[in-house]
C-alpha cells in the first residue's frame, strides 16, 4: 500500500523522471543542509590493479511489447588469482530511463577503485522507454503504486522505471546464482547507480521488502545525484548509504539527498552526505573527475565506504560534509 503521508513527493516525481538523464538552479536545500564533520585519518589508497572485464553476458531475458529483450551485463573483476570469493558491486547507469549504456558513465574509473580493494563490479543494461517494456506480474504492484503517486506521470515512463528496477533485480539475483563462476560472495553485495541509475539501486535497496520481492542481501548502496520516490521504505536495519549530490543540480534537486539522508537519519540508517557546493549533474557537472576529500579522489572515497561494509573489521565513516566545487 502506498503510505498516504507520501503522496505529496508524486507532485515532483515527474520532473525528477522526466530529467534524471544527465549521467554523459535548484531550489534551496531542505531540511538542513550539510555541516562539515572532523576529517577523518585518509584510508591509505592501494597501489592499482589490473582490472579484467568479461563484457556480454547475458542474465536474462526482459519482456517488451510484441516479445522480449535480451538483457546482458559486463563483470570487471581484479586482475588477480581468485583465493576467496570476492564482494561485488551492482552498477546501474544513468539516461532518464530512455538512455544510456553499462560501458559510459565513467565506470571504467569505479570499476578501478573498486578493484584496488579487492571488489568486483557488475555493470548492467536494462530496459528502456524506448523498448516499450512490459512488467512482470512479480512487479505489477510496484508499478500500480508508484504510478498513483502522481497521476499526471506519463504511464510510458513509470513503466520504464519499474523495468529498470525489476532488471536490476534479476541481474543481483543471476550474480548470486552464478557467483561460483565468477568469483563473487553471494552475501557481500553493494548497489551503485547515477542519476535514473540511483533512483533504480535506492528502490532495489530500500523499497522490495514492501512488495515482499526477494533479493540478494545488500550490504551497501551508493547515490550519485539521485534520491527515491517514497523515501519512508528505508527503515531501521536497511543497507547504509553513500551519497553525492550538487547543490545547484538542475536536473534532479538537491533536495532529493536530504529527503534521504534525513530519513536514515530518522531511522537511524547510517550514512554519509557529500554535498558538492556549486555542483551540477553528472559526473562532470559534479566535480567527480577534479575534485579530492582528504586528498582522495570521489571515486576512491566512495570505494573506501564500500569497502569498509564487505570486511570484517571494516571501520566505515559517517558524516556529513560540504564539498567546495
Given at each position: 500500500m502506498i503510505r498516504t503521508s507520501l503522496l505529496i513527493a508524486g507532485a515532483a516525481m515527474i520532473l525528477t523522471l522526466s530529467g534524471c538523464g544527465g549521467e554523459?538552479?535548484?531550489?534551496?536545500?531542505?531540511?538542513?543542509?550539510?555541516?562539515?564533520?572532523?576529517?577523518?585519518?585518509?584510508?591509505?589508497?592501494?597501489?592499482?590493479?589490473?582490472?579484467?572485464?568479461?563484457?556480454?553476458?547475458?542474465?536474462?531475458?526482459g519482456a517488451v511489447a510484441g516479445g522480449a529483450?535480451?538483457?546482458?551485463?559486463?563483470?570487471?573483476?581484479?586482475?588477480?588469482p581468485c583465493d576467496a570469493p570476492r564482494p561485488t558491486v551492482l552498477y546501474v547507469h544513468g539516461g532518464g530511463f530512455v538512455g544510456g549504456s553499462r560501458r559510459g558513465g565513467n565506470v571504467d574509473a569505479i570499476a578501478q577503485a573498486l578493484a584496488n580493494r579487492g571488489i568486483n563490479l557488475v555493470s548492467i543494461s536494462y530496459r528502456l522507454q524506448g523498448d516499450n517494456p512490459v512488467i512482470g506480474s512479480e512487479f505489477a504492484q510496484f508499478r500500480a503504486d508508484f504510478q498513483a503517486l502522481n497521476t499526471t506521470e506519463p504511464p510510458a515512463r513509470v513503466t520504464a522505471f519499474t523495468a529498470a528496477v525489476e532488471d536490476a533485480t534479476?541481474?543481483?539475483r543471476w550474480a548470486a546464482s552464478n557467483a561460483a563462476s565468477y568469483c563473487i560472495a553471494p552475501q557481500r553485495f553493494g548497489v551503485w547507480g547515477g542519476s535514473a541509475g540511483a533512483f533504480t539501486v535506492m528502490h532495489v535497496a530500500y523499497?522490495?521488502?514492501?512488495?515482499?520481492?526477494p533479493r540478494p542481501p545488500v550490504r551497501v548502496a551508493v547515490?550519485?545525484?539521485?534520491?527515491?520516490?517514497?523515501?519512508?521504505?528505508?527503515?531501521?536495519?536497511?543497507?547504509?548509504l553513500f551519497v553525492m549530490h550538487g547543490t545547484a543540480d538542475s536536473t534532479v534537486p538537491y533536495a532529493r539527498a536530504t529527503e534521504l539522508t534525513n530519513q536514515a537519519q530518522r531511522v537511524g540508517v547510517p550514512y554519509t552526505l557529500y554535498a558538492i557546493i556549486g555542483g551540477e549533474h553528472d559526473f562532470n557537472g559534479s566535480g567527480f573527475f577534479v575534485l579530492t576529500v582528504d586528498g582522495q579522489s570521489i571515486a576512491d572515497k566512495t570505494?573506501?565506504?564500500?569497502?569498509?561494509?564487505?570486511?570484517?573489521?571494516?571501520m566505515p565513516v559517517y558524516e556529513r560534509r560540504d564539498i567546495p566545487r
Open positions: 554523459d538552479s535548484a531550489p534551496p536545500p531542505t531540511g538542513g543542509s550539510p555541516t562539515p564533520s572532523p576529517t577523518p585519518t585518509p584510508t591509505p589508497t592501494p597501489p592499482p590493479t589490473g582490472v579484467t572485464r568479461t563484457p556480454d553476458i547475458t542474465y536474462d531475458s529483450k535480451t538483457l546482458q551485463l559486463d563483470i570487471y573483476r581484479p586482475d588477480t534479476r541481474a543481483l523499497t522490495l521488502d514492501e512488495y515482499a520481492i547515490d550519485y545525484w539521485g534520491g527515491h520516490f517514497r523515501v519512508a521504505d528505508m527503515e531501521a536495519g536497511e543497507p547504509p570505494a573506501i565506504f564500500i569497502d569498509a561494509h564487505m570486511r570484517t573489521g571494516g
